[in-house]
């Protein structure tokens, strides 16, 4: 079964902190893995996006790094800011089988970051 | 200028009503998708489209109807509401991986949500 494991599921920590998200998937056949950053009240936004081939992608102060083999990714957010408080979506895709039109993304169930001053 | 857009963004309704909400993409896309977001923040598919052509179509009660007039809208139409529909119902669209390829072409571009309450 195709699932994406996030943890932890929340988060708090103090402006100027480093911290890591972990995010482990068991999507088969892999395609991407993405990191998608939602504020509240908004639609996910990407943030990263790495194929298998890819250990580690970065994006400002957001760095995504992958492992295939074990299939597990991590996002680590350096010097946080308060406006890095939102919730940090793991998705792994995989082509469907139709011409490959479309990836059908496995969401995770995200984890809540608070930022506190 | 709003990629992709939703209306209405808050929609309060009473139970057994049917209802409708509209997306609109204003970036050229091909594909456009409709997804669930419970109480729990999971988000999950629910449809997808690609050039007015059904592609995804997860396990969703047939209350649920997509429509798709042209590549540029897809509206979700939900007849005899039930309290568990209750959700942030969000609209994306995305690239058509044939044409554009390359990594990261159909990175999906969410809009902002509409958050349905069924009382």
């Known amino acids: 079964k195709n699932q994406v494991e996030q943890s932890p599921q929340s988060l708090i920590i103090l402006e100027g902190k480093n911290c890591t998200l972990q995010?482990?998937?068991?999507?088969?056949?892999?395609?991407?893995l993405r990191w998608y950053k939602q504020d509240t009240g908004r639609g996910p936004v990407s943030l990263t996006i790495?194929?298998?081939?890819?250990n580690t992608k970065s994006n400002g102060r957001y760095t995504a790094t992958l492992d295939a083999d074990t299939k597990q990714s991590s996002l680590h957010i350096t010097a946080s800011q308060l406006s890095d408080s939102a919730s940090y979506i793991c998705v792994v895709s995989f082509n469907m089988n139709y011409g490959g039109a479309t990836n059908k993304l496995i969401f995770g169930t995200g984890t809540l970051l608070a930022v506190q001053p | 200028d709003t990629a992709v857009s939703q209306t209405p963004k808050y929609l309060v309704t009473q139970m057994g009503n049917d209802k409708s909400i509209k997306c609109e993409q204003n970036l050229g896309h091909d594909t456009m998708y409709w997804y669930k977001q419970d109480s729990k923040k999971f988000l999950k598919i629910m449809f997808s489209?690609?050039?007015?052509?059904?592609?995804i179509n997860e396990t969703v009660p047939n209350r649920f109807s997509p429509k798709s007039p042209d590549k540029a809208h897809l509206n979700l139409h939900i007849n005899s509401l039930e309290l568990g529909d209750s959700a942030v119902y969000f609209c994306?669209?995305?690239?058509?991986?044939?044409?554009?390829?390359?990594?990261?072409?159909?990175?999906?571009?969410f809009g902002p949500g509409t958050r349905l309450t069924v009382l």
């Open positions: 995010c482990n998937y068991t999507v088969s056949p892999f395609s991407n």
């Open positions: 994306a669209s995305s690239q058509d991986l044939k044409v554009a390829g390359g990594l990261g072409a159909d990175t999906q571009y």
């Open positions: 790495m194929t298998f081939s890819e």
């Open positions: 489209y690609n050039n007015k052509e059904l592609i």
